[in-house]
């Protein structure tokens, strides 16, 4: 069975500084990963999605990286605002059709 | 946000009662998906649906029955509603290139009804 980490659970960093959100997961066999923001009480904005065949995708200031073999993801947002803070959660597809499996998120606050 | 709608958007319903949550997209998107969302479990697949009248079950479909008669919408009932199905939960929808069955994969979700039961 597929298991998805977010490490840490939490983060906090002032404004401007380099976000670097971690996810990991224990079968190596997937279709592709996705990252999300949710922000308290809605639901979940696709950010980035990254095919099994790909290293990394890139969006204005966000981008994120893949290494399927090591079941790793990370996510790096550039000069961080106050505006990212939300939660991120990544979430991992087995095979296509989307069923996926979702990390516990990271909660992050950017602190003016 | 793809056109997706969620009703209710809340309900407190009691223990033993029938409830039924629906999913509306005005996309004409094929795939749908109904996750809940917990504190430490975080969002788990509870039915999904590749076209009208073709759903399957996820990971956490014990207590759940779904139905899709049109394209349109989805359906989530609880037969008999328990306090362990108290959560959040959420619609989804995978896009459809050109209205062929190619999923374009990434997944947008709806706002979520939060469900109470008491």
């Known amino acids: 069975k597929q298991e998805v980490t977010q490490i840490p659970a939490a983060l906090s960093v002032p404004e401007g500084e380099n976000l670097v959100l971690n996810c990991s997961f224990t079968?190596?066999?997937?279709?592709?990963l996705q990252w999300f923001r949710q922000d308290p009480g809605k639901g979940l904005t696709s950010l980035l999605l990254?095919?099994?065949?790909?290293r990394e995708q890139t969006s204005g200031r966000l981008n994120a990286s893949l290494d399927k073999s090591s079941g790793r993801s990370t996510l790096y947002i550039a000069a961080s605002q106050p505006g990212d803070s939300a939660t991120y959660l990544c979430?991992?597809?087995?095979?296509?059709?989307?069923?996926?499996?979702f990390g516990g998120g990271t909660r992050v606050l950017v602190k003016p | 946000d793809a056109g997706i709608t969620q009703s209710p958007r809340h309900k407190v319903t009691e223990t033993g009662t029938p409830v039924t949550l629906r999913c509306h997209q005005t996309?004409?998107?094929?795939?749908m998906y109904w996750y809940r969302q917990d504190p430490g479990h975080g969002l788990r697949l509870i039915h999904y649906?590749?076209?009208?009248?073709?759903?399957d079950k996820g990971e956490v479909s014990d207590g759940y029955s779904v139905s899709r008669s049109k394209t349109e919408d989805f359906l989530l009932t609880l037969e008999s509603a328990t306090s362990s199905q108290t959560s959040v939960y959420f619609c989804?929808?995978?896009?459809?290139?050109?209205?062929?069955?190619?999923?374009?994969?990434?997944?947008?979700f709806g706002p979520g009804t939060r469900l109470t039961v008491l």
């Open positions: 990254i095919q099994s065949s790909q």
């Open positions: 996309e004409n998107h094929r795939y």
């Open positions: 079968d190596s066999a997937i279709y592709n």
């Open positions: 979430a991992v597809d087995k095979a296509a059709g989307n069923k996926l499996t």
């Open positions: 649906s590749y076209g009208v009248k073709d759903t």
């Open positions: 989804a929808i995978t896009p459809t290139s050109g209205g062929s069955s190619v999923s374009t994969d990434t997944q947008y």
